[in-house]
Structure formats: structure tokens, C-alpha cells
């Protein structure tokens, strides 16, 4: 049933009720999906809410489009790949107790700056090419891969042939071509630890051995690597979700092990559009000429789920299994995205959307790290670099998963680092923010209302005890007081409180600061002569 008035769209609906009907086995494996048309009349939406939804689906890998014969619910959700709690789900899923105010779940785009006009006449000129006979090659089209070549050059410094190119639909499906280039099951794959939850799923339903191996601020942590496995993923350049920058001499030793123990090292260089000012580190794969390390990547960050392109850039004669395993799969080119995208990225508008954004994101990331900053309750912020998204560290004592439902329940849905997690109990109490979709006052509110659950979460537990004060609880849900909250001489409150609610009287204005110091320092330290206590009694 779709909620024509809930806070998401109607796409969003339809999209996480397939996934919820997937995950508890009401659709199974090789079930077929009904049509578009079909389906769209049955809800009663437009078709193209539903040809979105099924994109958004396939770009999750959980349902797949079969050349001429529908579409059908993906084979790589058997039941033991969808019972795993914490990554297929990093957010709370109960339904929220008030509107969605902000989603920071990470790995979402904005679209208000996209180049419309000029993705409009890609398409376009695209549509006249169907009836001229297209490349079939499994690997993509030749004229898009020289393309992507070339715009890997200019955008990454990453040189590379045609040849070495192929072209996948996301990267969750480029990781999963690797993974049965090189037949990992049954052999020991290396995953970051935290990574994102489709790593995973990749890896065990190809029953894959995972070791997970702890990331620090310098990234994936070597020492101690397996001394024989198949394959190992990072993501060097801005590991998700910390969005650590592997240093130079973790390269160097990821690229050591990789040679002694025989793996393939495979870079997810997702959202390399997006790196931090300056100039970023070179892809490990331009670090090394050996065959053992394959980059991937998508137009993800810059499309969002319109655009089910990824590709891979590998040597040797990687590039060959790799299509032998999508002509295996019956995997066919996608011709007329194909000739869209060869012209997008040939000329200069999506340059300038990539630069636009990257400028956005920065300000966003700015924003995140002054609120931080200036917050006497928040902790620090760090993976901020770069990308669209960073960790909050919470101060000592506060459960981030705690946090992360109180806050599902006031409309901002935000995931904790546990949820990306391996062993969820060892990890830090840190909030994973995805803030490259929202705008500036959206995250901004966003922040002011975790700001107001951490101070809630942080009041001493003595102050239970104390005579409660409805001005106190209203400061914790957010709510500035006014002039008629001003303190009396003969009121009372726990000193615990007494930064908090300064904070609120300065937004009175600063004609007042002087008269709400006064008043707070009256609040925390006068005996309440009803209570009988003795004198330093309410003193911090």
C-alpha cells in the first residue's frame, strides 16, 4: 500500500517495500517481477515511478532485467545472504514517529544542479542511433570505453587502454565479476572493516572466507593480512564509511602482501569525483604496472540510480575473464546509455556538474565541522576530506545505535558505524553522516536536532533525583527559550545543566548575556530553601 501523504516519495515506497518483501522471502529467487506498465497501473503511479524503483533495485542487486524476458528478482538473495541484520539494513526501519525531517544515510545525489539541457541532447541524439548496428562486445562498446579513457585521464590521472576497459552496471556488480574472474569460494577474501554492507553481500553469496581487517585513520591496517587468499577490496582514496586516506606507506605494504600472498587487489575508487581541494593521492592502480590490482568504479555520484553504468580497468588478461563470465551470464551492452554517455563525457558540461558539486560538498562539510566545533556536546568530526559523507564521533558513554533510534523517531534517519560493522559490539560510537544531498538549512536542523539528543543523552544521572524542570527537558528536545523562561533568584536546577541552558539564554539576544550568566549562576548554586539541603548541596 502506497502513502500518497508520507514524507517519501512514491518511489522510495515502492522501493524499500520490494526490498522488505525480498528480504522476509514473500519474493524469492527467479520470481518474475510484473512488468512496468503493469505494475504502475495496478498502483495507480505513473510508469516511470516504477521504471525508476526497478533502476534503483538493479543498481542494488536485487533485481536483475533479463534481455527479452523480463524482469526478475536477483539469484544472489538465498536466505543466508539476506538474514544478516546489520548491513542490509545500517538505519533504524521502523516506521518513523514524525515526518522525515532529513535522511543522512550515505551514498544519495542531488540533482538540482544536473545538467538537464545537456542530458536531455545526449538521449536524444542517442534515440537517432537505434537502428545503427551497435558494438556488441561484452565488455561495452568501443567509442564509450574510449571515452571513459579519456575521461579518466583528465578527472583521475589514470591512464589506461580501451582494452583494459569494461563496463559493469554498478560497482557491487563489478566486484562480483572479479570475485568470479579469480573463483574466490571456498578461499579467503579480504574486506575492509567497516565497509559497505554490498562488499559483503558480494562475498558471501559466492561463499566467499571472509577476514575482515580493521581500518584506522591511515586506512586499511596490512599487518596481519591472511598469508594466501584470493582477492582483498579496499577503497584507498576515501574508505567507506570513515572516510580514512590510505597513506603511502599502507600502500606500499597492501601492495607487498598482495604480491607475496597471490591476491588480486581490488580499488573501489567510488566518488573519486568528489576528493578533497588540491591535489589528492594517484589511484594505487597507476602506483603499480602488475596485474594483480583492478580499479573500479561508477557514475553513481554524479547520475544517482538514473544511470546503472560502473566499469573496471584491469591488465593482463583479467579483462578477458571478465567477459567471459558476463557471456557466461548472458549479459548484454546497454547500447543506448552507451551512446548517451559518450557524448556526455566528451564534452564539458559534466566537467562542470562534477566541479559545481565538488564545490557543494565542501561547503557541506564545512558546515558539518563548524557545527562540531562549536557545540560544547558533539564530539569531532573526521573522514571530511573529501566525498559526501563523515563520521561523528559522540562524546564517552552514549551508544551511537541508541542514539541513531531515538533520533529515527524525531525524523532523522541516520545509521551508526556499528551497522557497517563486522562485530558491531567493538565498534566506536560514531554516526555515519551522508550529507551530499541535503541542503545547507536541512542539514544544519539536522545537526541541531542530534545535538539535542546527545545533550539528553549526557544529562549526569544524579539529576533524576532533583526536582525536574520542564524548561530543562525542552532545551534537550531542541525548543530556544523565550523571555518569560528567564530564571528567578529562588529557582533551582542541576549544575550539570548550567552550560546547556546558557547556551539557550544567549540566543535571547546579546543585549541579555550579562543577565542570563547571572541568572544561570543563580539557577546552579542557590539553595532551594524548600528542599532543607545543606548549603553547597546544589554546587557543581
Not at 536536532?449 to 528536545?477: C, F, H, K, M, W
Request: glycine share 8%.
Amino acid at each position: 500500500m502506497l502513502d500518497r501523504h508520507a514524507a517519501a516519495n512514491l518511489q522510495t515506497q515502492i522501493v524499500n517495500q520490494i526490498r522488505a518483501a525480498i528480504q522476509n522471502e514473500v519474493l524469492c529467487a527467479g520470481d518474475r517481477m510484473p512488468s512496468t506498465r503493469l505494475f504502475a497501473d495496478a498502483l495507480r503511479v505513473s510508469r516511470s515511478v516504477i521504471v525508476a524503483a526497478y533502476q534503483e533495485l538493479q543498481v542494488h542487486g536485487l533485481i536483475e532485467a533479463r534481455h527479452g524476458a523480463g524482469t526478475y528478482v536477483t539469484h544472489a538473495l538465498r536466505r543466508s545472504s539476506v538474514t544478516a541484520p546489520a548491513s542490509r539494513s545500517p538505519a533504524p526501519r521502523r516506521r518513523p514517529s514524525r515526518p522525515v525531517i532529513a535522511d543522512l544515510t550515505p551514498g544519495q545525489t542531488r540533482m538540482d544542479t544536473f545538467p538537464t539541457r545537456a542530458w536531455r541532447a545526449a538521449w536524444r541524439n542517442a534515440s537517432y542511433q537505434v537502428d545503427v548496428p551497435w558494438d556488441a562486445c561484452p565488455r561495452g562498446g568501443i567509442l564509450v570505453r574510449k571515452a571513459l579513457a579519456r575521461h579518466l585521464r583528465r578527472l583521475r590521472g589514470l591512464t589506461c587502454t580501451p582494452e583494459q576497459i569494461v563496463l559493469t552496471r554498478s560497482v557491487p556488480h563489478a566486484i562480483g565479476l572479479l570475485a568470479d574472474a579469480v573463483a574466490v569460494r571456498d578461499r579467503t577474501v579480504v574486506v575492509e572493516d567497516p565497509c559497505a554492507p554490498e562488499v559483503r553481500w558480494a562475498m558471501r553469496d559466492r561463499r566467499g572466507r571472509i577476514t575482515a581487517a580493521p581500518v584506522d585513520h591511515d586506512g586499511l591496517i596490512a599487518a596481519g593480512l591472511p598469508g594466501e587468499a584470493a582477492l582483498a577490496i579496499v577503497s584507498p582514496s576515501h574508505q567507506f564509511p570513515t572516510g580514512a586516506v590510505m597513506s603511502l606507506r599502507r600502500r606500499r605494504e597492501l601492495s607487498a602482501w598482495a604480491a607475496e600472498s597471490g591476491a588480486l587487489l581490488i580499488e573501489d575508487d567510488s566518488g573519486c569525483e568528489f576528493q578533497r581541494p588540491g591535489l589528492p593521492l594517484p589511484a594505487m592502480f597507476m602506483q603499480t604496472d602488475r596485474a594483480d590490482i583492478a580499479y573500479v568504479g561508477s557514475f553513481s555520484g554524479i547520475f544517482g540510480s538514473a544511470v546503472q553504468l560502473g566499469y573496471i580497468v584491469a591488465r593482463g588478461r583479467l579483462p578477458e575473464r571478465i567477459e567471459h563470465a558476463l557471456t557466461m551470464a548472458g549479459e548484454r551492452p546497454q547500447a543506448l546509455l552507451e551512446a548517451a554517455m559518450v557524448q556526455l563525457l566528451d564534452g564539458n558540461d559534466l566537467i562542470r556538474h562534477i566541479n559545481r558539486t565538488s564545490r557543494a560538498h565542501h561547503e557541506r562539510r564545512r558546515l558539518l565541522r563548524q557545527h562540531a566545533d562549536r557545540s560544547p556536546v558533539l564530539g569531532t568530526v573526521s573522514g571530511d576530506t573529501g566525498g559526501s559523507h563523515a563520521l561523528l564521533h559522540l562524546p564517552s558513554g552514549i551508544s551511537a545505535t541508541d542514539l541513531a533510534h531515538r533520533l529515527h523517531d524525531r525524523g532523522v534517519i541516520v545509521a551508526a558505524l556499528a551497522a557497517y560493522c563486522a562485530d558491531p559490539a567493538s565498534a566506536r560510537q560514531c554516526l555515519v553522516i551522508g550529507h551530499g544531498h541535503l541542503d545547507p538549512g536541512t542539514l544544519a536542523h539536522a545537526m541541531d536536532i542530534i545535538e539535542a539528543e546527545v545533550a539528553g543523552a549526557a544529562r549526569p544521572r544524579s539529576a533524576s533525583a532533583l526536582p525536574q524542570d520542564d524548561r530543562l527537558d525542552r532545551t534537550a528536545r531542541g525548543h530556544v527559550l523565550s523571555d518569560r523562561d528567564l530564571l528567578r533568584p529562588d529557582e533551582f536546577a542541576p549544575a550539570g545543566h548550567r552550560d546547556t541552558l546558557l547556551a539557550q539564554f544567549e540566543q535571547l539576544g546579546r543585549h541579555r548575556r550579562t543577565e542570563a550568566r547571572t541568572q544561570t549562576d543563580l539557577l546552579v548554586h542557590r539553595q532551594p530553601p524548600s528542599h532543607g539541603r545543606a548549603p553547597n548541596a546544589g554546587r557543581a
